[in-house]
């Protein structure tokens, strides 16, 4: 009986599952109606390892055959009482069913049959199978003939499906029934249309298109993990609420304002002004008479497609002579680019967040309305999209990081639960050990032997368990063992030996990893055009090399065996190449095979195996893959399902609508006729470029169709696109980084010269016996407190700013400006004077040791070097040595503090990441060599002079036949100036195309490319475009990701060891840090008294109630709505009804102002939103008036507008507004301290290199990128051009420029008129330096900038979530104290407690009943039951934080600063406590009662008495009676 026992407790029965019968039907009946009776229900929750898709975990044991596919009893607690059942299927997947209620009966054999069909997992894989076959078929633009029959056999399974699941689920909404899931929902609604469509004679052929693509989306429920990650983009989506909101209202405003500021602007052109003799007058219907729609006479740059955009302003664009500036003909971009209207102004805006082609929109408005709108693009294009993206990525990083917080705290709760299983079981099997070794003593044979057949089960099932986990048969190993384990001959041992030897000494390695360096080497020397000798020195580089690496592979194998070799991955990474290599040696000379060559750049990779950092990186990048493979597989489902529903939207228009396009009728690279181009257009789209595909789908297909189109990819597609970055692991926190750190360690040690001269120089170096020491001594003194005071740091300060603006005049017309220019040649002596005594002073005060080891000081000294060289340069014309002049402005680094903490922060963040950007670069030189392979000397063309274009393949096959043509001149045959020649050519074409800065043209260079010397062919290559896609989400995303990551990395480690401080402000600015935060709650703080007239007092509840805030803002948005209505060229009545709706608009206002003066008096003005408000009346009326008093051009009506527009931030004024908006703002204001350092910095840097571009750049000839506008020709110009490098726009056509170097493209005899320059040539090199560089500078600060908002966002968020408490809550705190303790006593009476605790805000919050909770807080009380309010305070406290070690120290530094804020208080001893108050109450109560019985106990016996003696008396009464 026991062995029995002892045996069923060791084999794994299943633990909890019980089948789901009649009686479990009746059992959950009577739990739920018991339930409904009860008053209070239990708080269970769902168990998240029990939840529908997962699998039942191993502890409930292995499942019986029986129970596979049949109804359970559900194990989770949760759902006992909900009426369902519990389905496991083979893989022991759980699915749940509800058991009554619009369905048949679990016990119904129809449905136990479909039951068993849908939870079968070859159900499953077959409507997987089915969807795939469906999303190919429909992926194809004309399909085969049996195509109609396929889809009415798919339309069948479909079908049948949604039947099996109605049966098997039921036809209700609720949980777990057919049409409780939403992705049920859109199953039965495609395929009910698909019947509807037919069967019915009405043609839904075109929405049939598009609704039945809709089954792409199928995919999603079929997987679980993608299925989930859709619910958690959902919740982000809920958490991105206020971010969109926020978004819209901030594009609101700015499309307002442009509308104010740009409207009707973008149709001044250039007009070919009458003659005398051309008397015509042009008018139209705009009632003005120099209106016209004449494009012919517009005036045209050369190579440019629109007219030239001109203003009246006197920084706009100026018409040459015989044109005039007026407004006629379209907007630009076939009048899609323009601010007449809301809707299109609103467009703009939203171009110019997302930074597509702003460039040419910057160009535009600047044209047409003069220079000074460029604050208006950096407030747009920079900070504005900058604060949007932040917010975007800081909810993604928040909720990225719950998730993770979740997921440890569920791993840790699993954790604990299986070392607690995992204890039992070694004590219950420990127990039987003992209990068998006992039973072995007194038990017979037979039990025994019982007792042995358990012991062997139990290991055999261990063993068996070993099996399973292995990866390969039994046979395989005997297999290896025989013939890849080489023991043969002890000869053979010996050679073994001494290659493994060989192979493993240092040397080795070293001799290898040089070998795969010059193995690069080789690589990155392929070009075109090549030399013989040099491709024969290529050739035999590359057989030497392969020769190398097989022998490397041979001696590893002889050395580890074939068996111990092949367990390594970089082994096997290395036969694949060496075997990859002797195929494209013996296959070098089959045509077709060529591609063998492009497996010599997996070498470079070889070096992975010697460098740990690369090795780390592998290890993150491919465990942040597989964590969200189910992300990326949902990314692409959505690509996929975009480019279908592409097609079928606009495939049709745009073959039957290609003449609005081309008037060839031939149709543009960019289309959506075919899934290919499809995909390209919305892959182009989510990489951030639209604005141009969507004008072109607006002249084929309309507004209305493909606005919604594109918004939904672009919204829902960088939502996908920025979730894995969100989410990545590629932080590589655990990077080996000794040897920068220790680098930044140095940089980071104090060497600024101590306070006393004593401390600097020692005994030995000066003596103090002698007199010349004192002498000397006394000189060090004294230079030491000169260039410590702070007057003379002033003066400095001072200098460098006015030597560094100095740079600024120094622009193409100084030779004009003799007077300037003279004042700058003394000054530039008198700066130079001046740092070089201030340099002496130094060397005097510190010493040399001291300075030159102080890296600022070092940069003082190499600035005056810059400035004596520039005055040796001047003086004999040296024009290298006057030309580095612009290093004057570094100087500024070393004087300003904040610039110096920005800098130092961005070499502890970015140092330190050399090693991952060595990786990135290796990417980029594999892609590089490949794209040198693909496109070397295939970008050339001939091109027709006179048109501009390329020659077509009919008339112009190849580069002879372009020569061979002859009009006057020979037709040029010329290589695209981005192109794929050499590896630098290839590195810069793929930083362009990194940038998405003329990526399209080489894109359309290489899928045009045909072959060296050949004509290029409209897309003839068009699968080229995979070569970039590829380098785009590998060379270009996961790179960026893993550089991001290691810069976070960076900034949060060094920010922990600062404490948990910035470390991108200074120490003052910490105290800004939490001004500014106080200054959120500034409304808060300040309370104006309530008047004693009784008018006044109702005016003063009137305009401070929330009714009238109300009131204010609702007039605020209809005023905005008044001004979206607008349009150019509108009627003369909407003219004078805006003019009327304005006047009511300025006299409600007015109105509020003098309410509020009434109320307020001089308080009014303590407020600076009431300044604001009264400003703005002021204003207003003041613009109203003007047009009256003849003065209608002094305010523009639209500035008046805005003017009054400006009220509308109220709505984001704290305590008035949103709360959302309040909190999103908060990161904000907090990062003002940060973003003015790291702006500085950002500054300075631009203006090192507008000085610099000023110098090399200022006479290059204007086309592409450079012109009018964006030039290098003066300083300002300079900043333009800068400013579009910045944020990553344009800076390609500048480049363009820049490269025209030879007589073709330039003159290098053009006479420059004011100066000596001669020539409008550019450097190339120069130039590819110089955008370069500044690109990754402005990268890692704009990085920086990132990272500091995303952090300080989380940082608030975290703390609202943790158990904390701020500064914030301690003064709502106190603020509703003063309403309870108006007189300032420190007590309140324990009676308004509850009320006091009911009115306090969270987390200090405590909902009434909450009488209970403040008594069992044992507050103590003082004389008259009065409490403390730090009492009240400690004791909140306490509960929210709960009890910690450095709680309870943070406590007692809250009473001891409590008491030294208040030392005239008198101290006072508590008498009792609420707790012991409430004791003594109960205790009251209970003596009472007790006493209330007995005297009713003592008066009933009274009473008793009374009567017995009353009894007695009437007895003795009777008795003498009788």
């Known amino acids: ?81 909900k009426n369902t059942f519990m389905i496991l299927n083979k893989n022991r997947k759980i699915f749940r069913f509800n058991a009554t209620w619009c369905t048949l009966s679990p016990f119904n054999s129809i449905r136990r049959a479909t039951v068993k069909i849908l939870v079968h997992p070859f159900f499953r894989l077959f409507i997987l199978i089915s969807v795939l076959i469906d999303c190919i078929f429909m992926a194809l633009t004309e399909g085969p003939k049996w195509g109609p029959k396929l889809q009415i056999t798919l339309l069948a399974i479909y079908t049948f499906e949604i039947l099996v699941k109605l049966i098997a689920r039921g036809i209700w909404t609720g949980s777990f029934y057919f049409f409780g899931d939403p992705w049920n929902w859109l199953d039965f609604s495609v395929t009910l249309f698909e ?46 609420t206020g971010v969109i909101i926020l978004t819209l209202f901030f594009l609101i405003i700015f499309s307002l304002i ?70 006629a003909g379209m907007n630009p971009d076939n009048g899609y680019t323009n601010f007449d209207n809301f809707g299109w102004a609103l467009l703009a805006l939203f171009r110019l967040m997302t930074q597509d082609y702003p460039e040419a929109l910057y160009h535009q408005i600047l044209y047409a309305s003069g220079k000074v709108y460029m604050i208006f693009f950096i407030i747009i294009s920079f900070w504005f999209a900058f604060y949007m993206a932040s917010l975007f990525l800081g909810i993604l990083v928040m909720s990225y990081e719950e998730e993770k917080r979740t997921a440890a705290e569920k791993a840790k709760k699993i954790e604990t639960e299986f070392q607690h299983t995992l204890l039992q079981e070694e004590n219950e099997a420990a127990e039987a050990k003992t209990t068998q070794i006992e039973m072995k003593k007194r038990s017979p044979t037979s039990m025994i032997t019982s007792l042995d057949m358990l012991d062997d089960a139990t290991i055999r099932h261990k063993e068996e368990h070993k099996k399973s986990q292995k990866s390969c048969p039994l046979c395989w190993y005997k297999f290896a063992k025989i013939f890849l384990i080489w023991n043969c001959s002890p000869c053979w041992l010996k050679l073994k030996e001494f290659v493994h030897v060989i192979m493993l000494h240092p040397f080795t390695d070293l001799f290898l990893t040089i070998c795969i360096i010059l193995n690069i080497c080789f690589l990155a020397m392929e070009c075109y055009p090549m030399s013989e000798t040099t491709s024969y020195v290529l050739i035999i580089g590359n057989l030497v090399f392969i020769g190398i690496f097989t022998a490397e592979m041979i001696f590893k194998i002889i050395a580890m065996h074939p068996y111990g070799y092949f367990q390594v991955g970089w082994n096997i990474y290395d036969s694949i190449i060496v075997f990859l290599g002797l195929a494209d040696l013996f296959l070098a000379n089959v045509h077709g095979l060529e591609v063998f060559q492009l497996s010599r750049v997996l070498r470079i990779f070889k070096l992975g195996k010697y460098w740990p950092t690369f090795e780390i990186l592998k290890l993150t990048l491919i465990k ?57 257009n919305v892959f182009r789209i989510l990489c951030g470029e639209w604005v141009e595909t969507l004008w072109d789908c607006f002249d084929i297909a309309g507004q209305f169709t493909c606005v919604p189109f594109y918004m939904m990819v672009i919204l829902i597609g960088n939502l996908l696109k920025v979730k894995p970055s969100s989410s990545s692991e590629c932080s590589t926190v655990d990077i080996a980084i000794s040897e920068e750190e220790e680098m930044i ?36 003194k004294t230079c030491c407190k000169i260039v410590e005071n702070s007057f003379f740091k002033c003066f400095i300060g001072l200098v460098t700013l006015l030597s560094t603006g100095a740079l600024a005049f120094e622009d193409i017309y100084i030779n004009q400006r003799k007077t300037i220019k003279i004042l700058l040649e003394y000054a530039d002596m008198i700066f130079t004077y001046i740092f070089i005594l201030e340099m002496l002073l130094k060397w005097m005060a510190y010493g040399f040791k001291a300075y030159f080891t102080n890296g600022w000081h070092r940069l003082d000294f190499m600035v005056v070097i810059v400035f004596c060289l520039n ?35 961005l070499m502890k963040t970015t140092l330190p990441a050399l090693n991952v950007f060595l990786v990135c670069l290796m990417i980029w030189l594999t892609y590089s060599i490949i794209g040198v392979h693909l496109f070397a000397g295939t970008f050339y063309e001939c091109i027709d002079p006179t048109s501009g274009e390329r020659f077509p393949t009919y008339e112009v096959g190849n580069r002879s036949e372009c020569e061979s043509l002859v009009f006057n001149e020979s037709m040029p045959w010329e290589n695209a100036k981005l192109n794929f020649d050499n590896v630098g050519n290839g590195f810069l074409s793929l930083l362009q195309v990194a940038t998405f800065n003329g990526w399209i043209d080489i894109m359309n260079s290489a899928v045009d490319s045909t072959g060296i010397d050949v004509q290029p062919d409209f897309e003839v290559n068009i699968y080229m475009y995979c070569y970039f896609i590829g380098f785009i989400i590998i060379g270009l995303f996961l790179p960026l990701t893993m550089l991001v990551g290691v810069i976070l990395a960076n900034f949060n480690k060094h920010k922990i060891k600062q404490g948990g401080s910035n470390i991108f402000i200074t120490e003052k600015q910490e105290k800004q840090y939490l001004t500014l935060k ?134 984001l004024r704290p305590g008035k507004g949103p709360k959302l908006f309040r909190d999103l703002l908060l990161p904000l204001v907090l990062f003002l301290p940060a973003l003015l350092n790291i702006s500085l910095l950002i500054f300075l840097v631009m203006f090192i290199y507008a000085i610099f571009g000023m110098y090399n750049f200022a006479y290059v000839k204007k086309e592409a990128g450079i012109n009018d506008v964006s030039n290098f020709e003066t300083f300002g110009s300079s900043m333009l051009c800068l ?182 208080k008198i101290t006072y001893e508590p008498i009792t406590t609420t707790l012991k108050r409430k004791q003594e109450a109960v205790s009251a109560t209970i003596i009472q009662r007790a006493y209330k019985s007995y005297r009713l106990r003592q008066s009933d016996k009274k009473t008793s008495d009374i009567h017995m003696i009353d009894d007695d008396k009437e007895v003795q009464a009777t008795k003498e009676d009788v």
């Open 624 to 680: 942040s893959l597989v964590a969200l493979k189910d992300l990326i597989l949902l990314l692409s489902t959505f690509l996929f399902f975009s480019a279908v529903v592409g097609t079928k939207l606009f495939g049709m228009s745009y073959k039957a609508y290609v003449y609005n396009l081309d008037k060839d009728c031939q149709l543009p690279r960019w289309h959506m006729s075919d899934f290919f181009h499809s995909f390209l």
């Open 195 to 240: 019947h509807i469509t037919i069967y019915s004679p009405l043609n839904f052929t075109p929405i049939f298109r598009v609704a039945r693509s809709l089954r792409i989306l199928k995919i999603i429920p079929l997987n679980q993990g993608v299925k989930s990650y859709v619910g958690i983009l959902l919740q982000c989506l809920k958490k991105l």
């Open 1 to 81: 009986m026991g062995a029995s026992a002892k045996l069923k407790m060791a084999s794994p029965e299943p633990k909890g599952l019980v089948a789901f019968t009649r009686e479990s039907l009746e059992l959950m009946e009577q739990r739920i109606a018991k339930k409904h009776n009860e008053e209070h229900e239990e708080d269970l929750k769902p168990n998240p390892d029990l939840e529908v898709g997962k699998e039942l975990p191993s502890v409930y044991g292995n499942l019986p055959p029986g129970m596979v596919s049949e109804p359970l009893e559900d194990v989770d607690p949760y759902y006992q009482s």
């Open 1283 to 1464: 400013f579009q490098v910045t944020i990553f726009a344009g800076w390609d056509g500048m480049l363009n420029a820049i490269f025209n170097s030879q007589w073709s493209d330039c003159d290098p005899d053009k006479i420059n008129p004011g100066t000596q320059v001669r020539g409008d040539c550019g450097n190339p090199i120069v130039g590819i330096i110089y955008f370069v560089s500044y690109i990754l500078i402005a990268w890692l600060i704009i990085v920086n900038m990132y990272i500091v908002l995303v952090m300080e966002f989380v940082n608030i968020a975290s703390k609202k979530t943790a158990k904390t408490l701020s500064e914030d809550d301690f003064r709502k705190f106190f603020q509703v104290w003063k309403r309870f303790d108006p007189e300032g006593t420190q007590y309140i009476d324990s009676s308004k407690l509850s009320d006091f605790a009911a009115a306090l805000d969270a987390p200090l919050f405590m909902a009434k009943p909450n009488k209970g909770q403040l008594v069992a807080m044992d507050l103590p009380m003082a004389v008259g039951d009065r409490i403390h309010c730090l009492d009240i305070l400690l004791a909140f406290t306490k509960r929210v934080v709960g009890k910690d070690v450095r709680m309870e120290k943070l406590l007692s530094e809250m009473e001891s600063g409590f008491i030294l804020a208040n030392p005239f």
């Open 1078 to 1211: 106080k200054l959120m709650y500034e409304d808060s703080q300040k309370t104006i008294p309530c008047p004693g007239n009784k008018l006044r007092r109702f005016i003063f509840g009137f305009v401070t109630s929330q009714a009238f805030n109300i009131i204010v803002m609702v007039l605020i948005c209809f005023q905005a709505i008044t001004l979206m209505i607008q349009s150019d060229e509108q009627s003369r009545q909407m003219d004078t009804a805006v003019l009327w709706l304005q006047i009511i608009f300025i006299l409600l206002y007015t109105v509020e102002c003098v309410l509020k003066l009434i109320a307020f008096r001089c308080n009014y003005f303590t407020s600076g939103w009431n300044v604001l408000d009264f400003i703005v009346v002021i204003f207003s009326i003041t613009g109203l008036l003007l047009p009256l008093m003849g003065e209608y051009y002094l305010v523009p009506p639209s500035f008046l507008q805005l003017i009054v527009l400006s009220r509308i931030i109220h709505i």
């Open 258 to 327: 442009g509308m104010g500021f740009f409207m009707g602007n973008l149709k001044h052109k250039c007009f070919r002004w009458p003659q005398e003799n051309e008397t015509e007058t042009l008018h139209n219907r705009t009632r003005n008479p120099c209106y016209s729609r004449e494009t012919e006479n517009f005036y045209y740059l050369e190579g440019e497609r629109y007219a030239l955009l001109c203003g009246n302003r006197s920084d706009a664009s100026q018409c040459p002579e015989g044109y005039a500036c007026i407004k």
């Open 871 to 905: 005055l040796i340069g001047k003086s004999q014309e040296i024009k290298l040595l006057m030309s580095i002049k612009f290093l004057r402005a570094l100087r500024v680094l070393s004087q300003f503090e904040r610039m110096k903490v920005v800098v130092r922060a």
């Open 745 to 780: 360690n140095e940089h980071e040690k104090p060497k600024r010269p101590k306070n006393s001269y004593e401390r600097r120089s020692s005994a030995g170096q000066v003596s103090r016996e002698s007199k010349r020491g004192k002498i000397w001594r006394n000189i060090r």
